[in-house]
């Protein structure tokens, strides 16, 4: 029997054209949600773009459905949870829209510039307004890229052609793939401070919504102009309107929002803020590439092939799985803890399995690290086929190395990763059915981390830390659900872990920092 294939919200034709080769293919670009729902039983391959919303209830109704492909990076309008529990593979194009993005955020870097939206509708408007729209030029500007993945290093390349300088932050570039792309990797503060152009290449999370707001923008020069090709909701419109309003900065560019369609909004009404709508992926070519990239991935899985670009995880064999499969969520929640408390730009990460996991194939571990270590910073999701290719192109050497015995624990999985700033290491485990945290460093702890926030913080051994921050955290009605101390030796050097039911306000972490003897302090969401 034929295998079906349905591909909706207008993917092109040209693009999807090579599924014919190995199924029927049938294109309705316009599919309300409950025709979706009633056709989507007789097929086996599914192509949308962001208009469908593939929930639950489709994926459950697609009886047949062996894969899902989304013609473009984000999977936000896909259920992947509901897809990965009936063994559907999810895939998209990752880098189908790389270089219209790119395009257009010179483009809009441009039009802000130069005033180039104004000029023209001024001038068909019958108005010559010649010194009006007097403009800058971008050469010897400096513009700060937040996100050097593969949009924002196409953004690097452009704006070095135009004799730009490039400056960055992304601590999950190495410093050799840096210098590869000539560009300067810096904090986030310096590229607020220093940059004349900032443009956002971040995906959109609970980490990096909002991340520019009034104290970066405090930060900023008055004569910055931003610009979000990303995601909307990385910046708060209404503040960012108020800003360019009130002359903090001197302009934006957006093209994304956070609520879209959108026809009216408080950045629609500043003469110096440029907007678009969604139009980052929208070229003929992305639209080719993007569509072409998903269809010959589905014609893969139909023909029992793995998918380059697979966003939840392929076959792994059962006997495998059964053993494994706790300590995804334990790679997973490791990386992240170890990305919040790294600091500098990552060099190499070296993943240890000891115990009765190391007799195992640890590829899928391997991936819930990295995808736990790059989920906020990497537009591209991180699988089990694409793990070593993302962590490759970013310059960060990955390491495994296993041994079968371990001296404490059934299984540990140890991470240490290298940056400019020196060494973090993370260990963990499954006890009790649970996650557990059990080394930082060199302390040998043991935090169940159930989610929520956490307060790390280093200090000298001695009577009296423990009460100043309880003060600090009581004063501010922050609430503290357990507490963890661990030491290397009496009245030596010391970590203590709260776990606390709301996160901390920068000036409360500053007055912890301010404690005699508290070394660093920081906040880590899990």
């Known amino acids: 029997m034929t295998m079906k294939v349905l591909a909706t919200d207008g993917a092109s034709e040209q693009g999807v054209a090579c599924i014919k080769d190995v199924a029927q293919l049938d294109i309705k670009p316009a599919l309300k949600p409950e025709e979706l729902l009633a056709i989507i039983g007789d097929y086996e391959g599914l192509i949308v773009r962001s208009a469908s919303q593939v929930t639950a209830q489709v994926i459950e109704a697609g009886k047949k459905l062996m894969v899902i492909g989304r013609a473009g990076v984000g999977i936000d309008n896909i259920d992947v949870n509901a897809a990965t529990q009936k063994g559907i593979v999810v895939v998209n194009a990752p880098t189908g829209n790389t270089i219209s993005a790119a395009e257009h955020t010179i483009g809009l870097m441009m039009s802000l510039a130069r005033h180039i939206p104004n000029a023209n509708a001024s001038l068909k408007g019958g108005q010559w307004l010649k010194s009006k729209y007097t403009g800058i030029e971008v050469r010897n500007k400096t513009i700060g890229i937040i996100g050097l993945g593969n949009i924002g290093s196409a953004v690097a390349r452009r704006a070095q052609g135009m004799e730009m300088k490039v400056i960055a932050h992304d601590p999950f570039v190495s410093a050799e793939r840096a210098k590869q792309l000539m560009v300067t990797m810096v904090s986030l503060e310096e590229l607020y401070k220093n940059a004349d152009f900032i443009t956002i290449h971040t995906p959109l999370n609970a980490t990096t919504k909002g991340m520019i707001g009034e104290k970066e923008i ?309």
């Open 218 to 526: 405090a930060m900023m020069k008055p004569t910055v102009r931003i610009i979000n090709c990303a995601r909307g909701g990385l910046i708060d419109e209404e503040l960012l309107a108020k800003a360019v309003a009130e002359k903090k900065i001197a302009g934006a560019a957006v093209d994304v929002f956070s609520k879209e369609p959108i026809t009216e909004n408080p950045l629609f009404k500043q003469d110096s803020i440029v907007v678009t709508p969604h139009l980052g992926a929208s070229t003929a070519e992305a639209q080719v590439t993007a569509a072409r990239d998903v269809a010959e991935q589905i014609v893969d899985v139909l023909s029992g092939k793995p998918a380059r670009y697979a966003v939840n995880i392929p076959f792994v064999a059962a006997e495998t799985f059964a053993v494994l499969s706790p300590f995804m969520k334990v790679a997973s929640l490791a990386g992240k803890l170890l990305r919040q408390l790294a600091e500098g730009q990552t060099k190499s990460l070296r993943i240890k399995y000891e115990g009765e996991i190391a007799n195992y194939d640890t590829t899928i571990l391997k991936a819930s690290v990295l995808s736990g270590l790059l989920e906020n910073v990497s537009e591209e999701h991180v699988n089990l086929v694409n793990a070593n290719l993302i962590a490759n192109k970013r310059g960060i050497n990955v390491v495994e190395e296993k041994s079968p015995v371990c001296e404490n624990y059934a299984s540990l999985m140890t991470l240490t990763t290298t940056t400019t700033a020196g060494s973090t290491t993370v260990a963990a485990t499954v006890m009790r059915g649970e996650p557990q945290i059990v080394r930082v460093n060199d302390y040998w702890i043991d935090i169940v981390p159930t989610g929520g926030y956490f307060l790390f913080s280093d200090h000298l051994d001695r009577p009296g830390i423990i009460g100043a921050v309880g003060n600090i955290t009581g004063k501010s009605n922050i609430n503290i659900n357990s507490m963890h101390v661990g030491r290397l030796k009496p009245r030596g050097q010391a970590i203590m872990i709260l776990a606390i039911d709301e996160p901390l306000p920068e000036k409360v972490l500053e007055q912890i920092r301010a404690v005699p003897d508290i070394t660093n302090a920081k906040l880590v969401r899990l």
